[in-house]
């Protein structure tokens, strides 16, 4: 099988264009190929595939074979991808996901995509639609009982479900310890993305994420886009402004505009292209 690493601030997927490539199990794939000891390794796997929605079609699948909803950093890989690789030459593009169609505007130099702006489309804040056993319209700064301890958090859904918690040193937390507890929490039942967010200032958040299925990753597009929101509902910061995403791979900018919509700006690069004998 023909592949391509691409990496969106450290959040790195193995990427196959399957306009010339079959993937016959891709759940087996990506816990194979995602292993970085006796795979390539990677956060999962992603496939470029042809949709009759959009210009193309992304499916995501985590470390551990589950497939994901949505992916926000492999969207912007992918518009990376499909451009230098010549599958269209239109810097703006649509891509279909399993939470819906997204709007990619690719910025290149010299014929190769630097950045791309993603819009992510608006964030869904109802609990049952995240999903989320609650009741109310919005789950924002309330409480949920994490291993026989009751932490607030703010929930929202990119497509994917997200549970943001403000909190200080977060350098200090340890991910791998309290991580799970969130992640598999009874009130998200099919389980949780969790970011743990350090205000810096009105437009600045430092932020780690326990995404489900892969545990700690460098980055999470989706789950940047959730600390931004939340971060505007909890008052810490203001729509229309740029606010910067501090992870561990590096910054997004988010900007929850008054029109709702979420927009995501950053980079995407390739690692290496190569083949593996599945």
């Not at 409480?143 to 909190?167: D, L, Q």
């Not at 700690?216 to 959730?226: I, K, V």
């Not at 505007?232 to 709702?260: A, H, Q, W």
Request: glycine share 10%; aromatic share 8%; proline share 4%.
């Amino acid at each position: 099988m023909r592949c391509t690493k691409v990496q969106g601030i450290g959040n790195d997927y193995i990427y196959v264009n399957c306009f010339n490539e079959t993937v016959e199990n891709p759940e087996e794939v990506s816990i194979k190929v995602s292993d970085r000891h006796f795979g390539i390794g990677g956060d999962g796997l992603v496939l470029i595939m042809p949709s009759d929605k959009a210009d193309f079609r992304m499916r995501m699948f985590n470390a551990d074979g589950s497939e994901g909803m949505m992916c926000g950093n492999a969207t912007r890989c992918i518009g990376k991808y499909v451009y230098d690789n010549k599958l269209t030459d239109k810097t703006d593009i649509t891509l279909e996901t399993k939470s819906g169609i997204k709007y990619l505007t690719l910025h290149p130099e010299n014929g190769k995509v630097k950045t791309v702006d993603v819009d992510m489309g608006e964030p869904i804040l109802e609990p049952k639609k995240i999903p989320m056993i609650a009741d109310g319209s919005s789950f924002v700064n309330r409480p949920i009982n994490v291993n026989g301890r009751y932490v607030n958090i703010t929930a929202v859904s990119m497509g994917n479900p997200h549970a943001v918690i403000f909190t200080k040193k977060i350098d200090e937390l340890d991910l791998e310890k309290i991580g799970p507890d969130y992640e598999n929490n009874p009130v998200f039942p099919e389980r949780v993305n969790t970011e743990f967010c350090e205000i810096i200032d009105g437009n600045t958040i430092k932020m780690r994420v326990w995404e489900r299925g892969s545990g700690e990753t460098w980055a999470c597009g989706t789950g940047a886009c959730a600390s931004a929101t939340a971060a505007v509902l909890n008052g810490f910061c203001k729509k229309d402004e740029p606010i910067t995403l501090m992870l561990r791979g590096g910054n997004l900018t988010i900007t929850y505009r008054s029109d709702g919509h979420i927009i995501m700006s950053g980079a995407a690069e390739t690692v290496f292209e190569g083949e593996i004998k599945l």
